[in-house]
């Protein structure tokens, strides 16, 4: 039976979500928690596009548009500050 890069993923990416000290092991040392995890010898290019795949749909959605609000907050923070004579 083949190996399903993307189901892999995507089954990944929800236990990575789910178990914290995962989280930190996947962070930390993202192509040695993958290996652990799907239990099959896949060949390092195939690892890095899995890893890769799996920090896309993480950091993807809400990473993302957190990072861009915050942005956005300090840089109207900033402006605002500016306009009423706060640094």
Same mark, same amino acid.
């Given at each position: $039976?083949? *190996? =399903?890069? @993307? #189901?892999?993923?995507?089954? &990944?990416?929800?236990?990575?979500? /789910?178990?914290?000290? +995962?989280?930190? =092991? *996947?962070?930390?040392?993202? %192509? @040695?928690?993958?290996? #652990?995890? %799907? !239990?099959?010898? +896949?060949?390092?290019?195939? +690892?890095?596009? +899995?890893?890769? $795949? %799996? #920090?896309?749909? &993480? !950091?993807?959605?809400?990473? @993302?548009?957190?990072?861009?609000?915050? /942005?956005?907050?300090?840089?109207?923070?900033?402006?605002?500050? !500016?306009?009423?004579?706060?640094?």
């Amino acid at each position: $039976m083949a *190996f =399903d890069i @993307k #189901k892999s993923a995507g089954e &990944l990416v929800d236990k990575i979500k /789910n178990d914290k000290s +995962l989280a930190a =092991d *996947f962070k930390k040392d993202p %192509i @040695k928690t993958v290996e #652990k995890l %799907i !239990g099959v010898d +896949l060949p390092d290019e195939q +690892l890095k596009a +899995l890893v890769e $795949m %799996i #920090k896309a749909k &993480l !950091g993807g959605g809400a990473g @993302k548009i957190s990072e861009v609000a915050e /942005n956005v907050k300090d840089t109207v923070s900033d402006k605002l500050g !500016g306009l009423l004579g706060k640094k």
